[in-house]
């Protein structure tokens, strides 16, 4: 593995200012009341600035910037959406907070944040359909060498993958939303009424079905954070595995399709296609994955897809937040910087892991990082274990001096291949009538080998053993993500598609509560069953738009 060359990331902001043309100015229903009749500052115009293979890698690269922002993947959507959970909370237990009022489920129709995020979506969007209504229609697209036609094809496929991906946070997020697939134009309608989501979904799906015969795989490409075929494959397999389960619909109900198992069944067929391909597998050390994430190392055999960062001078754009909210407590005299560390975790799931499980220590950080770089520890059954955090990124593993209090240049991974095979595992089993079969156990099992160290090809006391079936199988496929991937932005995800998020909760308040009187924990007293499944539809765009109805509850 070697140290990446943040390039891209550096590509990203500065083609997001000269690379996206009229779109980066356009947005569904929610910047402009009002058409400016002057002509634009832009240098460039989409009428005429599609010409070369450069200029539409420039605008291709605009599309992925939109992932690079504090109210996407910086900062929002990464951390703050998914937290409260049951394995950690925001720190503290106050409701005036931007932050904490999203994360204590306390949030409203007119908070900064869900609008911030249902905007940078929607522009992601807009600058995704200019991208694909302009590069199919350049001279170089039919008429160029078999080279300039095969780098324009992988754009094109890239914006429509990137299209889908930003539906399905939309979805995800906010449950029905409006389907714009044309870019936007001054005499458009943009007061359009929000589409049920089987018919976004199915967007989503076209987008990235057609999206990967023309992307590499990753032995095929440079080492970058731009999309291969194998991680195209991935986040399709999550986006069956999502509409295969439960979400809560604007009838107030929640509830899945009653074809999911054919969705599962195409989220087991992705995976298998992915295993079978041989261009990814599992590190060998859990551990060294989060040090190369720290250490800005790209490492695409198991991280499938990250979001790229990098700011040159530590500003807040195409910078992010994970490793400083994210990490241990670290003393602002340390070497590396300063961490908040406003996620906290609950010092009943560091409990869950087995001893010799070589993920409880890497996970969970129970100490905290002093002015000189040491570490304290912070021991359990005293309030010292209040302040026990995430520990994959740590600030003490950065081990630079910080261009900024708060901002980093580390990437966020939305894709990792442990991910990939327990998401087989569990589409296995659903698509097997709920029984467990060969390749669930292979699955799971490999996974469970890595965590404590042993061989991924040999049968070890610490497999899932073939006598278990049914539902307890799939009661260690829920452990197991929850083990595997505490923290990355999933677990909120998979509580709410098992139909289990309110539930889940309450339990953790009641045990928290019960392990240390006055635990500074109250998602289960604020969450609302039918409610907090989905955020509401933001404020100011039901202003723009009167066809945008609301969510259940709000």
Known sequence: MRKVNKSISKNISRYAVVGLLAASVLTLASSCEKWLEEDPYSLYVAETYFKTVDDAKKATLGVYETMSKLETYGFYMSLVYDIDSDIGHMDGTGLSNDNRTIAHYNVSPGHNYTRKSWTSLYNGIDRANLAIAKIPAMDLYSNGTE???????????????????????????????????????????????????????????????????????????????????????????????????????????????????????????????????????????????????????????????????????????????????????????????????????????????????????????????????????????????????????????????????????????????????????????????????????????????????????????????TTVTGLPFFEKIKEERVLELAYEGLRKGDLIRWNILGETLRSAETALKAYSTGFPYIAGTYFVDNKHELYPIPTRERELNINLTQNPNY
């Open 147 to 465: 080279a300039q036609k095969k780098d324009l094809k992988r754009c094109l496929a890239e914006v429509k993958f990137l299209r889908g991906m930003y539906y399905f946070d939309l979805v995800r997020l906010f449950g029905d939303v409006p389907l714009k697939l044309k870019f936007t134009e001054a005499s458009d309608d943009l007061k359009l009424a929000r589409t049920d989501r089987e018919t976004v979904y199915d967007q989503i799906i076209t987008d990235m079905k057609e999206a990967i015969d023309d992307i590499p795989e990753v032995s095929q490409k440079v080492n970058d954070e731009r999309v291969s075929k194998g991680a195209v494959k991935g986040i399709l397999a999550r986006v069956y595995l999502y509409r295969g389960g439960y979400s809560l619909r604007q009838d107030g109900t929640r509830k899945r399709p009653a074809n999911y198992k054919d969705y599962y069944a195409e989220t087991a067929r992705l995976t298998k296609e992915i295993m079978e391909s041989g261009e990814h597998s599992l590190n060998l050390s859990f551990e060294n994955i989060f040090r190369n994430y720290c250490t800005l190392k790209l490492e695409p055999k198991e991280s499938m897809f990250e979001v790229a960062f990098y700011n040159a001078t530590g500003d807040n754009d195409n910078s992010s937040y994970v490793g400083s909210w994210n990490s241990p407590i670290c003393d602002a005299a340390a070497p590396f910087g300063r961490a908040n560390s406003f996620y906290k975790v609950s010092p009943l799931f560091y409990k869950k892991f087995a001893a010799t499980d070589t993920r409880k220590k890497v996970t969970i950080a129970t100490f905290q990082i002093t002015a000189t770089g040491d570490t304290t520890t912070l021991k359990a059954g005293t309030n010292n274990d209040r302040k026990w955090a995430p520990g994959k990124w740590r600030r003490n593993w950065q081990g630079t001096s910080p261009k900024s209090t708060n901002n980093t240049d580390l990437n966020w991974t939305l894709l990792r291949y442990s991910d990939v095979l327990l998401m087989r595992a569990e589409a296995e089993w659903m698509s097997n009538n709920e029984q467990p079969n060969v390749a669930a156990y292979l699955a799971i099992n490999q996974v469970r080998r890595r965590a404590y160290g042993l061989p991924l090809g040999t049968v070890s006391a610490v497999d899932i053993p």
